[in-house]
């Protein structure tokens, strides 16, 4: 299926990795432009090198910390038009409520949490002004179902869902789609950390990680291919309905019972 994403201007963040690198793949597959935008520079250019040799849509990359709001505006300031948002850096520690400082917290919600808001709010403007746009908000399924031990991520979740249905609800009066993703537990870098603190937690060796996945559905975590193909199919005009809607991935693990 042509998704006609051929030629549009794709804005991907935390894409030097993970779910951010997979779905920066899909839209060049595509035949999007596609900018890599990352902390590292030279992790993000790594990733970029091959995904420039394997697609003809041109492939850039730009560096910034996210959670630093002038360097939100530095970056948008650089840009082209950009015709889809994909916001999706962020990497909020686990632990409980006694385990994390104040401190921490902020620092963890300026990126995932106040980054996509800030970043969700100088596109919207500029979408809005030329009227038509979509952005992608990549969230998580821990704000659908909190658990103590993520309790710093699941509330920022949580209010990012919030967010993602408020914005997008009202932004179809100006040709602009605001839509969400859930993603359950994916096969990331971030997985094995967050497992492997739980792991400490539960059985006080950390080596015990993958014992955190079981049971999962379809015996197996998401692979970020999988929800990068969801962000470009509902991004794209041939799935151009969709606004304020965010779409949970977690092979019907939720209903699976306690």
């Given at each position: 299926?042509?998704?006609?994403?051929?030629?549009?201007?794709?804005?991907?963040?935390?894409?030097?990795?993970?779910?951010?690198?997979?779905?920066?793949?899909?839209?060049?597959?595509?035949?999007?432009?596609?900018?890599?935008?990352?902390?590292?520079?030279?992790?993000?250019?790594?990733?970029?090198?091959?995904?420039?040799?394997?697609?003809?849509?041109?492939?850039?990359?730009?560096?910034?910390?996210?959670?630093?709001?002038?360097?939100?505006?530095?970056?948008?300031?650089?840009?082209?038009?950009?015709?889809?948002?994909?916001?999706?850096a962020g990497a909020i520690?686990?632990?409980?409520?006694?385990?994390?400082?104040?401190?921490?917290?902020?620092?963890?919600?300026?990126?995932?949490?106040m980054g996509y808001i800030?970043?969700?709010?100088?596109?919207?403007?500029?979408?809005?002004?030329?009227?038509?746009?979509?952005?992608?908000?990549?969230?998580?399924?821990?704000?659908?179902?909190?658990?103590?031990?993520?309790?710093?991520?699941?509330?920022?979740?949580?209010?990012?869902?919030?967010?993602?249905?408020?914005?997008?609800?009202?932004?179809?009066?100006?040709?602009?789609?605001?839509?969400?993703?859930?993603?359950?537990?994916t096969r990331t870098d971030?997985?094995?950390?967050?497992?492997?603190?739980?792991?400490?937690?539960?059985?006080?060796?950390?080596?015990?990680?993958?014992?955190?996945?079981?049971?999962?559905?379809?015996?197996?975590?998401?692979?970020?291919?999988?929800?990068?193909?969801?962000?470009?199919?509902?991004?794209?005009?041939?799935?151009?309905?969709?606004?304020?809607?965010?779409?949970?991935?977690?092979?019907?693990?939720?209903?699976?019972?306690?």
């Open positions: 299926m042509d998704l006609g994403l051929n030629g549009r201007t794709v804005l991907v963040t935390g894409a030097s990795k993970g779910i951010g690198l997979a779905t920066a793949e899909v839209f060049a597959a595509e035949g999007a432009r596609v900018i890599m935008v990352a902390r590292d520079a030279g992790r993000l250019d790594a990733a970029a090198t091959p995904l420039r040799e394997r697609y003809q849509g041109p492939i850039e990359t730009m560096s910034a910390d996210l959670s630093l709001s002038a360097e939100r505006e530095r970056l948008w300031a650089g840009l082209p038009a950009i015709d889809v948002l994909v916001n999706n520690p686990g632990g409980g409520l006694l385990d994390l400082t104040l401190e921490r917290w902020e620092e963890a919600w300026s990126l995932k949490v800030h970043l969700t709010q100088i596109a919207l403007a500029a979408m809005k002004a030329r009227g038509s746009g979509v952005i992608v908000n990549i969230i998580g399924m821990a704000g659908r179902s909190p658990r103590y031990d993520y309790v710093c991520g699941a509330t920022g979740n949580a209010a990012l869902i919030a967010f993602t249905g408020a914005v997008g609800g009202k932004a179809s009066e100006w040709g602009v789609r605001v839509f969400g993703i859930n993603p359950a537990a971030r997985i094995v950390s967050l497992s492997k603190q739980r792991a400490r937690a539960t059985f006080g060796d950390e080596s015990r990680w993958e014992e955190m996945l079981a049971g999962l559905p379809f015996g197996r975590p998401i692979e970020p291919r999988e929800i990068a193909n969801a962000a470009a199919f509902l991004a794209s005009p041939t799935c151009g309905y969709v606004s304020g809607a965010v779409l949970d991935i977690d092979g019907g693990g939720a209903f699976r019972g306690a």
